[in-house]
């Protein structure tokens, strides 16, 4: 594909994204499930720009979407089992 149409398509994902995630947000009353969806999709256009052609910059920012990525689904699992009641009290 050609590398216009890639970072195109990257756009729309991004733009998508940002639409989806405010959709979960709102929807499952949790702007970490938001966060979560918004960060998947902006994997999805960091893949995209680097397929248009490896730099150094498409592979740093993809690597650093995975990483945050990460880091706050690991935060919110946390968060979810401090705030959980120890196991056996209702």
């Known amino acids: 594909m050609p590398p216009d149409l890639l970072h195109a ?10 639409v989806a995630g405010a959709v979960v947000a709102v929807a499952a009353r949790s702007p970490g ?13 960091g893949l995209l720009r680097l397929a248009a052609g490896p730099t150094w910059e498409s592979i740093a ?11 706050v ?3 919110f699992r946390l968060a979810a089992a401090q705030s959980a009641p120890p ?3 209702v």
């Open 9 to 18: 398509l990257a756009t729309v994902v991004v733009t998508g994204g940002l």
């Open 33 to 45: 499930e938001g966060l979560r969806c918004l960060l998947d999709f902006l994997l999805a256009a």
């Open 61 to 71: 920012v993809a690597a650093l979407t995975v990483v945050v990525r990460l880091l």
């Open 73 to 75: 689904s690991r935060s």
């Open 87 to 89: 196991a056996g009290h």
